[in-house]
């Protein structure tokens, strides 16, 4: 049974407010300063829209969820030492994982990245790099939605349209997880295609641990998607029994794949390695990165 009324002063541990499935509804929205929002029933045409502060570690059961593919079940709302927590029950549906050792599989390096959104890359049987594959289309596509939604935002709130804003937003924003979906699934059915496979991903909390905030407020303005690509990757692998590990990012677009020297990047598709005795000289800056990371 659904809960409409409560008082708030009864919710305490042993007093939680149940949810039942459909109760409960969870909505992202990218472009806001708080990105996840939780709407609470109260009368039959009046909602409660919470702004909430997930977990990152459960950020792929989100993604899961926003996406439809994963079932809620019932939620617990409570109030613990003054700050109020949300539990959602999610299901779905995941693969039984090969038991094959951890040594035995080959690590397949995601690089998410600007220009392209995504790159993967492993290494073969002897060593040797093979079948890099770029989503830089994708970057593309994404790069001028979100130039779209910063143009038309700015333009609607000096009009003070704020409700064309938002419904604007929404659809924007829409359009760029729909090619956020379509590369993520891509990413795992490239990892399907290998033998024992095993993602790596680079390790975020580096990323916002090595960043200063200004740094890491712009690349968030600017809808980089990082969080949200990896948790999709994350949940569509684990659908298909696909383990993912995480490395410190430390260096893996600085250094050279073949030999380990730090070179650089004369253009911003392109790396060079600064070490005379190495054969490689020029290579795809992603690809590269995305080695490093395997
Ligand atoms: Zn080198």
């Known amino acids: 049974q659904l809960t409409t009324t409560y008082n708030a002063g009864e919710l305490h541990d042993d007093h939680p407010v149940r949810f039942t499935n459909g109760g409960l509804r969870l909505d992202h929205k990218p472009e806001n300063a708080i990105e996840w929002y939780v709407k609470i029933p109260h009368h039959e045409d009046y909602h409660l829209w919470m702004p909430a502060q997930p977990n990152p570690e459960q950020r792929d059961w989100l993604e899961a969820l926003n996406a439809g593919d994963a079932t809620m079940g019932e939620s ?4 613990r030492d003054g700050t109020w927590y949300l539990h959602v029950t999610a299901t779905r549906d995941v693969e039984e994982r090969s038991d094959v050792s951890a040594e035995e599989r080959t690590p397949i390096g995601v690089d998410i990245g600007e220009a392209s959104l995504a790159t993967v890359c492993h290494r073969d049987g002897h060593g040797s790099p093979t079948a890099p594959e770029l989503w830089a289309d994708e970057g593309k596509t994404v790069r001028r939605l979100r130039k779209t939604y910063f143009t038309a935002t700015r333009r ?46 680079e390790d975020l909390t580096y990323i916002r641990e090595s960043m200063d905030y200004g740094e890491y407020m712009n690349r968030r303005l600017h809808g980089w998607g990082f969080a949200k690509l990896h948790a999709q990757i994350r949940y569509k692998a684990v659908e298909k029994g696909i383990p993912v590990e995480t490395v410190n990012p430390c260096n893996t677009s600085k250094e050279c794949h073949a030999c380990g020297e730090v070179g650089y990047r004369p253009r911003q598709a392109t790396f060079k390695c600064t070490n005379d005795a190495c054969w490689m000289g020029e290579y795809q800056a992603d690809v590269n990165g995305a080695i490093n990371i395997a």
């Open 76 to 79: 617990r709302l409570f109030e």
């Open 156 to 201: 609607l709130q000096t009009r003070g349209s704020e409700r064309i804003v938002e419904s604007f937003g929404d659809d924007i924003w829409d359009q760029i997880d729909d090619v956020f979906h379509r590369v993520t699934r891509e990413v795992v059915e490239y990892a399907e295609s290998v033998e024992n496979p095993v993602l790596v991903l």
